[in-house]
C-alpha cells in the first residue's frame, strides 16, 4: 500500500516536469501539490522536499514571490531533515533567486553563499558553479566589478568541467557585461562571441538572442552599424522563435537606434513602434516609455 502511495507521488512529480518543460504551468503546480500529499501520506521526507522545490519553480515562473519563498524554504527544512545536502543547496539557490528579485541583496549573498558550501560538500562541480554564478550577478548590481569578475571566471571553470555548455555560456555573457561596464570592448566582444557559440551548443535560444543582443550593443559603441544592425537583426529573429516578447521588443529598440543614426527615420519609427507594440503586449510599461520616447525624437 505504501509503496503504491509513493510510486504514484514519484509519478505525479516527473508528470509536474513534464508540464513545466510545457509551460503548462497549472497543470504542473497541481502535479506538485498531490504529489506532495502522496509523498507526505507515505512519509517519504526526501520527496515532498522535491515537490516542494518544484512548487517554488512555478511560482517563480508567476512571480509569485511570497510563495515561492515559502516553498523553498519548506523544501531546505525537508531535505536538511533527510540529510540531502545537494537538495538543500538547489533549494537555496532558488531561495536567493527570489530575493534578488525583491533586490535584497544582503539575504541573496547568504543564500548563495550557503548554497555553495552544500554543494562543495557534495561534491556538485555544477550546483557549486550556478551558485558562484548568481553571486556574481549580485556583485554586479553592488558594482562590485572586480568581484564579480572573479566569481563569473570561477564558475565558467567549474562548469567547463561539468560539461555544462549551458552554464558556461551563461557565466561568458555575464563576464561580457562586466567588460561592457569597463569600457574594454575586445575583451567584451569575445566573451559574447564565445557565449552566443556555446548557447547555440546547447540548444539554447533565449541565451544565444541574449548574447546577440549584447554583441550588438558592443558594436553600436564602435559605431560599427552594419555588424550592429545583423546582430539584432538575428538576435529578434531568436527571441521571436523562443517567444520572448519583451527580448524581441529590446532588439527591436536597438535596431530603430541604428536606424537613427543613419538617418533612416522611416524605419527607425517603423522599429520603435514594433517595439512599443510587444512591449505592451509584454507589459513592459518602461521598455513601451522608452519606443515612444525614441519615437518623439
Not at 523562443?242 to 536597438?254: K, M, R, S, V
Not at 520603435?272 to 510599461?285: D, E, I, P
Request: charged share 30%.
Amino acid at each position: 500500500q505504501a509503496q503504491d502511495v509513493l510510486g504514484e507521488g514519484n509519478d505525479l512529480c516527473n508528470l509536474g516536469e513534464v508540464h513545466m518543460r510545457r509551460n503548462k504551468l497549472d497543470e504542473a503546480e497541481a502535479s506538485f501539490l498531490n504529489a506532495a500529499a502522496l509523498h507526505r501520506q507515505a512519509q517519504d521526507v526526501l520527496g515532498e522536499g522535491n515537490d516542494l522545490c518544484n512548487l517554488g519553480k512555478v511560482h517563480m515562473q508567476r512571480n509569485r514571490l511570497d510563495e515561492a519563498e515559502a516553498a523553498f524554504l519548506s523544501a531546505a527544512a525537508l531535505h536538511r531533515q533527510a540529510q540531502d545536502v545537494l537538495g538543500e543547496g538547489y533549494d537555496l539557490l532558488n531561495l536567493g533567486e527570489v530575493h534578488m528579485r525583491r533586490d535584497k541583496l544582503n539575504e541573496a549573498e547568504a543564500s548563495f553563499l550557503n548554497a555553495a558550501a552544500l554543494h562543495r560538500q557534495g561534491k556538485s562541480v555544477l550546483g557549486e558553479g550556478n551558485d558562484l554564478c548568481n553571486l556574481g550577478k549580485v556583485h554586479m548590481r553592488r558594482g562590485k566589478l572586480d568581484e564579480a569578475e572573479a566569481s563569473f571566471l570561477s564558475a565558467a571553470a567549474l562548469h567547463r568541467e561539468a560539461k555544462s555548455v549551458l552554464g558556461e555560456g551563461n557565466d561568458l555573457c555575464n563576464l561580457g557585461e562586466v567588460h561592457m561596464r569597463r569600457d574594454k570592448l575586445d575583451e567584451a566582444e569575445a566573451s559574447f562571441l564565445n557565449a552566443a557559440a556555446l548557447h547555440r551548443q546547447a540548444q539554447d535560444i533565449l541565451g544565444e538572442g541574449h548574447d546577440l543582443l549584447n554583441l550588438g550593443e558592443v558594436h553600436m559603441r564602435r559605431d560599427k552599424l552594419d555588424e550592429a544592425e545583423a546582430a539584432f537583426l538575428s538576435a529578434a529573429a531568436l527571441h521571436r522563435q523562443a517567444q520572448d516578447i519583451l527580448g524581441e521588443g529590446h532588439d527591436l529598440l536597438n535596431l530603430g537606434k541604428v536606424h537613427m543614426r543613419r538617418d533612416k527615420l522611416n524605419e527607425a519609427e517603423a522599429a520603435f513602434l514594433s517595439a512599443a507594440a510587444l512591449h505592451r503586449q509584454g507589459k513592459s510599461v518602461l521598455g513601451e516609455g522608452n519606443d515612444l520616447c525614441n519615437l518623439g525624437e
